[in-house]
């Protein structure tokens, strides 16, 4: 990943482009105008006063603890706040003042400590520091930097301590990093609970146990959670306390490198879920009144804590802030060799008011004006800008609940310059559909309408859910679809109930409906493949500190006498079926039918057909569907077959001839027999492979 020497200015904004992709933006035209000219002045500002943004952005390399090669220390800290700081740890015996930084400009300190004798480093790999805060008030604060590498907890406490993390040979990558993938199958993952068992799990299990699991299932992208050091485990990652360290839970910097570098052998895409939306209340193992100010790194008063989340809120038009955040993405890119990032929370980042209490109708009025965030919307315009110049195979990802227009068009554009979004209506509508609707009550135009209803060329990441549908205090597909007879009836010995095969086929459809109408990538939190069973939830007080939900019990798929088995294959299958064809990287589908009494839905995408029939009840013999290309077709994909749990209604070798017959707005058509609750892919076999 060789990266540019420095950056060049913007290309001229091409503003006329997206007014006219969509015409209700033309009002709002000052306003693209006036957030483009921030971004613009930033990176001149950037350009100017510090070399530019390939230079500004390394700054990981300086601050902090780091160690040049004749083997001395340079120590760099921003603390505005401070009256004096000083190094403290195990080097110099935990001597508090031994080891003063030399005040700079702009709130700056800095500190050289000399190799000692042949050139061996002060302080030795492995050590504990502290930064040591003279506050205003006189106060000595013990802080760990925000740049540290390495936090570890020690068994018993409850603060991380700062190590410094120098060994004498770091990992070497060996395989390069995949190419930009044109089809993005996601499997979002978390490493702690990759694991049956009921701990902890490690890096080294994700690498060796979980990554050939990802490989055979047909995902090319993984999506990693709670990378980033956070103290609290129940948080799922979104409390970070130190943003430049790995989580050393489940194990050391050099066996993320491996598991990142491993999973790159395998042609899988890396992708990190990056929280600088907001950060961790702590201040003892935290960034939060690092230099004993609330306004170090932060808003000052109630402007910088989020009132739900009770965290800490950047200050997005700080320039150390925004040195501290580029710099965060750098060193996730170059030091671990990451391919991209999910940005956590950018509804909260976009609005004065984070989201909280408000809804979005889709009104354009509230994307613009005062209670935009402008100063975060200009830091997210910069973060894309730097990623895509430095690093243009990189993919960037935003997690937007609001529905910003042109957040995923290129800044040049006046865009937000992110590559994709999660369509996060989706996965709310199906809970929508199967919590409060009879299955004959099912919309087919509301299912088609949600599914494809995006803004024109940006790309979205479709889902049937997520993590946080898995999440305790709510429930997952499967077990909203089968709930309790989850625990009894999901043997093949026992009798296939209406609950289960219920379960089972609408489980397959949803996810195949979702996958190859909903968007232009795909995602599936780990587990909920194979509608694992249960909730996710913590070890915490409320739980009496059980990890016997903290897990993923991936061996319910290896027991041919669970029907777990029969999701799990369905899945792999159709990931399989999409990077043959490619429906992801093709132009969103043409909908031929949306038939609200038969219930059924048919559609074309990548030359291929999609029929689904999600009728309880009723099955078609003979049924018309609208195709646009003629010729002899073929079952590729059939929910109804025996390998997923189906009832083996359909006859494989059955060739369906078209006819020149309209129907339904398309010029040809061919008859199909569609059983109940089956869904079906059809390939055209005169069509040269």
Same mark, same amino acid.
């Given at each position: 990943?060789?990266?540019?020497?420095?950056?060049?200015?913007?290309?001229?904004?091409?503003?006329?482009?997206?007014?006219?992709?969509?015409?209700?933006?033309?009002?709002?035209?000052?306003?693209?105008?006036?957030?483009?000219?921030?971004?613009?002045?930033?990176?001149?500002?950037?350009?100017?006063?510090?070399?530019?943004?390939?230079?500004?952005?390394?700054?990981?390399?300086?601050?902090?603890?780091?160690?040049?090669?004749?083997?001395?220390?340079?120590?760099?800290?921003?603390?505005?706040?401070?009256?004096?700081?000083?190094?403290?740890?195990?080097?110099?015996?935990?001597?508090?003042?031994?080891?003063?930084?030399?005040?700079?400009?702009?709130?700056?300190?800095?500190?050289?400590?000399?190799?000692?004798?042949?050139?061996?480093?002060?302080?030795?790999?492995?050590?504990?520091?502290?930064?040591?805060?003279?506050?205003?008030?006189?106060?000595?604060?013990?802080?760990?930097?925000?740049?540290?590498?390495?936090?570890?907890?020690?068994?018993?406490?409850?603060?991380?301590?700062?190590?410094?993390?120098?060994?004498?040979?770091?990992?070497?990558?060996?395989?390069?990093?995949?190419?930009?993938?044109?089809?993005?199958?996601?499997?979002?993952?978390?490493?702690?609970?990759?694991?049956?068992?009921?701990?902890?799990?490690?890096?080294?299990?994700?690498?060796?146990?979980?990554?050939?699991?990802?490989?055979?299932?047909?995902?090319?992208?993984?999506?990693?959670?709670?990378?980033?050091?956070?103290?609290?485990?129940?948080?799922?990652?979104?409390?970070?306390?130190?943003?430049?360290?790995?989580?050393?839970?489940?194990?050391?910097?050099?066996?993320?490198?491996?598991?990142?570098?491993?999973?790159?052998?395998? +042609?899988? %895409?890396?992708? #990190?879920?990056?929280? $600088?939306?907001?950060?961790?209340?702590? *201040?003892? &193992?935290?960034?939060?009144? =690092?230099?004993?100010?609330?306004?170090?790194?932060?808003?000052?008063?109630?402007?910088?804590?989020?009132?739900?989340?009770?965290?800490?809120?950047?200050?997005?038009?700080?320039?150390?802030?925004?040195?501290?955040?580029?710099?965060?993405?750098?060193?996730?890119?170059?030091?671990?060799?990451?391919?991209?990032?999910?940005?956590? +929370?950018? %509804?909260?980042? #976009?609005?004065?008011? $984070?989201?909280?209490?408000?809804?979005? *109708?889709? &009104?354009?009025?509230?994307? =613009?004006?005062?209670?935009?965030?402008?100063?975060?919307?200009?830091?997210?315009?910069?973060?894309?800008?730097?990623?895509?110049?430095?690093?243009?195979?990189?993919?960037?990802?935003?997690?937007?609940?609001?529905?910003?227009?042109?957040?995923?068009?290129?800044?040049?554009?006046?865009?937000?310059?992110?590559?994709?979004?999660?369509?996060?209506?989706?996965?709310?509508?199906?809970?929508?559909?199967?919590?409060?609707?009879?299955?004959? &009550?099912?919309?087919?135009?509301?299912?088609?309408?949600?599914?494809?209803?995006?803004?024109?060329?940006?790309?979205?990441?479709?889902?049937?859910?997520?993590?946080?549908?898995?999440?305790?205090?709510?429930?997952?597909?499967?077990?909203?679809?089968?709930?309790?007879?989850?625990?009894?009836?999901?043997?093949?010995?026992?009798?296939?109930?209406?609950?289960?095969?219920?379960?089972?086929?609408?489980?397959?459809?949803?996810?195949?409906?979702?996958?190859?109408?909903?968007?232009?990538?795909?995602?599936?939190?780990?587990?909920?493949?194979?509608?694992?069973?249960?909730?996710?939830?913590?070890?915490?007080?409320?739980?009496?500190?059980?990890?016997?939900?903290?897990?993923?019990?991936?061996?319910?798929?290896?027991?041919?006498?669970?029907?777990?088995?029969?999701?799990?294959?369905?899945?792999?299958?159709?990931?399989?079926?999409?990077?043959?064809?490619?429906?992801?990287?093709?132009?969103?589908?043409?909908?031929?039918?949306?038939?609200?009494?038969?219930?059924?839905?048919?559609?074309?995408?990548?030359?291929?057909?999609?029929?689904?029939?999600?009728?309880?009840?009723?099955?078609?013999?003979?049924?018309?569907?609208?195709?646009?290309?003629?010729?002899?077709?073929?079952?590729?994909?059939?929910?109804?077959?025996?390998?997923?749990?189906?009832?083996?209604?359909?006859?494989?070798?059955?060739?369906?001839?078209?006819?020149?017959?309209?129907?339904?707005?398309?010029?040809?058509?061919?008859?199909?027999?569609?059983?109940?609750?089956?869904?079906?892919?059809?390939?055209?076999?005169?069509?040269?492979?």
């Amino acid at each position: 990943m060789a990266a540019a020497a420095s950056t060049q200015p913007p290309q001229p904004l091409k503003l006329p482009q997206l007014l006219e992709r969509d015409p209700y933006l033309a009002p709002f035209e000052t306003d693209f105008q006036r957030r483009y000219s921030l971004f613009y002045n930033r990176l001149k500002n950037i350009e100017e006063n510090e070399g530019g943004l390939d230079k500004f952005s390394k700054s990981y390399k300086t601050f902090g603890v780091n160690q040049f090669v004749d083997g001395g220390i340079y120590c760099k800290e921003w603390a505005p706040g401070a009256e004096a700081v000083f190094l403290a740890g195990d080097f110099n015996g935990w001597n508090p003042f031994s080891h003063p930084y030399k005040k700079m400009e702009y709130g700056k300190w800095e500190l050289f400590i000399p190799p000692g004798q042949d050139g061996y480093p002060p302080v030795p790999h492995g050590s504990k520091l502290k930064v040591v805060i003279r506050a205003q008030n006189g106060e000595l604060l013990y802080r760990i930097s925000p740049w540290a590498r390495y936090v570890v907890r020690d068994e018993g406490k409850v603060n991380y301590d700062w190590v410094h993390w120098n060994p004498p040979q770091s990992y070497i990558h060996k395989h390069p990093s995949p190419k930009r993938l044109k089809s993005l199958r996601i499997y979002e993952s978390h490493v702690g609970i990759a694991s049956p068992e009921g701990k902890v799990a490690s890096y080294k299990n994700f690498t060796y146990n979980v990554l050939p699991r990802i490989k055979d299932l047909g995902y090319n992208c993984v999506q990693l959670m709670a990378i980033m050091e956070h103290a609290y485990y129940a948080s799922f990652g979104y409390q970070v306390t130190s943003f430049f360290a790995a989580s050393s839970r489940y194990g050391t910097p050099d066996d993320l490198k491996e598991m990142i570098d491993v999973a790159h052998s395998m +042609g899988i %895409t890396v992708l #990190l879920d990056v929280v $600088h939306s907001h950060a961790s209340k702590n *201040s003892e &193992d935290g960034l939060n009144k =690092f230099d004993g100010t609330d306004s170090c790194f932060f808003h000052s008063g109630p402007k910088g804590t989020h009132q739900l989340w009770d965290s800490r809120l950047f200050d997005y038009a700080n320039w150390e802030v925004l040195r501290f955040l580029l710099s965060n993405l750098r060193m996730w890119i170059e030091d671990y060799r990451f391919d991209g990032f999910r940005f956590d +929370g950018v %509804t909260s980042m #976009l609005y004065h008011h $984070h989201g909280i209490g408000t809804g979005f *109708s889709g &009104d354009y009025n509230e994307y =613009f004006g005062l209670h935009v965030d402008e100063d975060a919307l200009c830091y997210l315009m910069l973060a894309n800008h730097m990623v895509n110049f430095l690093h243009p195979e990189c993919i960037t990802i935003a997690e937007d609940v609001s529905g910003m227009p042109a957040l995923c068009r290129p800044v040049a554009e006046g865009g937000g310059g992110f590559d994709y979004r999660l369509a996060m209506a989706i996965p709310d509508k199906w809970i929508q559909i199967i919590k409060e609707l009879k299955d004959e &009550d099912w919309n087919m135009g509301n299912i088609v309408h949600t599914l494809t209803n995006r803004r024109y060329e940006e790309k979205y990441i479709a889902y049937a859910e997520s993590h946080d549908q898995a999440l305790v205090g709510d429930k997952t597909l499967a077990f909203r679809l089968m709930d309790a007879e989850m625990y009894t009836n999901m043997s093949v010995l026992s009798p296939l109930t209406p609950v289960i095969d219920r379960g089972i086929q609408l489980h397959k459809m949803i996810r195949l409906i979702t996958h190859a109408l909903g968007g232009e990538s795909y995602l599936n939190f780990m587990g909920n493949e194979f509608g694992h069973p249960e909730w996710l939830d913590f070890p915490r007080k409320g739980n009496n500190e059980s990890y016997h939900y903290a897990r993923r019990q991936f061996n319910l798929t290896e027991d041919h006498l669970l029907r777990y088995r029969f999701l799990n294959t369905f899945d792999r299958d159709m990931n399989k079926l999409e990077e043959r064809f490619g429906w992801l990287a093709s132009p969103p589908a043409f909908v031929s039918e949306k038939h609200e009494s038969n219930k059924v839905i048919a559609f074309e995408r990548a030359g291929l057909i999609f029929i689904f029939n999600f009728h309880p009840y009723q099955s078609y013999v003979d049924y018309r569907v609208g195709i646009e290309t003629p010729g002899k077709y073929q079952i590729l994909l059939d929910s109804d077959a025996a390998e997923y749990g189906g009832h083996q209604r359909l006859d494989h070798s059955t060739e369906y001839f078209s006819e020149e017959y309209p129907h339904n707005y398309r010029p040809n058509s061919l008859m199909v027999y569609i059983p109940s609750r089956v869904a079906i892919v059809l390939q055209n076999m005169d069509i040269p492979k």
